[in-house]
DNA sequence: GCTTGACCTTGATCTGGATCAAGCGCGGCC
DNA sequence: GGCCGCGCTTGATCCAGATCAAGGTCAAGC
């Protein structure tokens, strides 16, 4: 069923709308040469499988449109979706060819990849690249680890509320607008991603949208259309501290 | 009330029990001498905290003996631990001078320190310093999300036996020794730390202790002993696959 | 225009783990 | 020796969120 979608046809680095946020983004022209040459892209539909947990990956990738997901599923079915993967994020580990987690596309995706091996050469002798890397893989810990206090003792009002929030700003942040007063955006997942990515059930996902409806913290245009009249108020609920949060 | 215990005198990093798996593992004998330069040791009792969040941090370290949580509070008390750090781990984050979360002593802790601003210098010219710290930094991230499932999905049960299953494991890695059969070990961390790593209550966490004990799963000597008499059988309670798990 | 199926909402009920409360065991200290 | 006080266990009760069950909405396809 997964099926390869048509490629785009390779663009220039120069244009790439992640070239200042991605894996490359404090490389030199010599440099995005050299990563120029083993790069290729791919497209991925909504719904669709990137790869499976367990399967050889040969290559590593940027996220360069869409939204991807990482998760994990136990034996008996529950789900744990454990990354979310938007434009500028990185796919992949370096060094080890086999995946750990479910990848797949949540919203229609285009990849950014780059073959593994020569990717992984480049980490050895472009330090431009494994530091940039380093530092990217730095801000997913933190944001796992913000995301291990939701998961362990977040309420699921705050975990909604914290979600659309995160969305909000990730969203805000790609077209340089700020989060403050009204806000509005789409959501990129089903409610039952929601419910894999909060540590949820679907239903409660919904009634909890509901919820902050009825309170008229958000509202809702369609199913998946988000607005958020007073972006102070939907903080309110996330219950985090108000100024900045952990740091 | 936190006090800082009189400073072991230094050693020679030849002799360091870590030597061969912190960030330092890859260094060469050159390599070892400039780090050796900018180190010195801390050491803290139990229950201490080392730094909290958001204090300015003025060294990275490595532990060498003992453990020490990362955790994260709300205003209103609820605590959550998103890291726990055992022997030949890493703390603290290059390039950033304040801390996001609270780091604790959970047991007695000697750390190696190292000046934060020569070592980011390192960092820069020392590639198998850099190199180490990404795959000890991948290895976190692949940590926390094995964490979130627990967090999210786990039930009470299944949280305490991962727990007990990670700790032997990791007790025994330090120690060259196989997880199979007839397995004992110490508990680093009381009943409410534990509570805080799991997402659960000290009470919750209590009662499933005494329910695998009842079960013959484990068996308690004194508080924090505990021996399992057969491994498999823990591990058939943790919820994960039998095969290795998810990689 | 009708059917179908994916996605979502809402209601009724159940339950695992939280909360509230009491008491035990044991090492440290006067 | 006796009294703390901390860490832990156990019991009784409660409740947020899971589970079970209907039904609604809407776009695609005939």
Same mark, same amino acid.
């Given at each position: ?33 050299? +990563?120029?040459?083993?790069? %290729? %892209?791919? =497209?991925? =539909?909504?719904g669709q499988t990137i790869v499976w947990a367990?399967? $050889? ?27 979310? +993967?938007?434009p500028s994020d990185f796919i992949g580990r ?6 750990? %987690? ?15 091996? @020569?990717?992984?050469?480049? +980490?050895?002798?472009? @330090? ?36 659309? =929030? ?21 959501? @990129? ?16 996902? =919904?009634?909890?949208?509901?919820? +902050? $409806? ?8 369609g199913k998946r259309r988000i607005v958020v @009249? ?18």
């Open positions: 069923m997964p099926q390869r979608q048509q490629a785009y046809s390779p663009v220039d680095c120069a244009q790439c709308p992640i070239r200042h946020r991605a894996v490359c983004a404090r490389c030199e022209t010599d440099e995005l040469e050299q +990563l120029e040459a083993i790069k %290729y %892209y791919r =497209s991925f =539909s909504a367990g399967d $050889k990956m040969d290559f590593v990738a940027s996220v360069v449109h869409g939204v991807a997901a990482l998760s994990q599923t136990m034996e008996d079915g529950r789900r744990q979706m454990v990354g979310l +993967l938007l370096p060094n080890r060819d086999r995946v750990s %987690y479910d990848v797949t596309a949540t919203t229609d995706v285009q990849l950014c990849c780059f073959r593994r091996v @020569p990717f992984q050469d480049m +980490l050895v002798n472009t @330090p431009h690249v494994s530091q940039r890397l380093l530092e990217m893989t730095l801000d997913e810990l933190d944001a796992a680890r913000e995301w291990m206090l939701l998961l362990g003792r977040k309420t699921a009002r705050e975990k909604i509320a914290s979600f659309l =929030s995160i969305i909000a700003r990730r969203d805000a942040s790609l077209q340089a607008r700020a989060t403050i007063g009204r806000v509005a955006f789409d959501l @990129p997942l089903t409610r039952e991603a929601m419910a894999d990515y909060l540590g949820l059930t679907l239903e409660t996902v =919904s009634r909890q949208m509901s919820s +902050l $409806k009825k309170d008229g913290v958000i509202q809702l245009d @009249p007073d972006f102070e108020a939907l903080m309110a609920e996330t219950g985090d501290d108000a100024d900045g949060g952990v740091y």
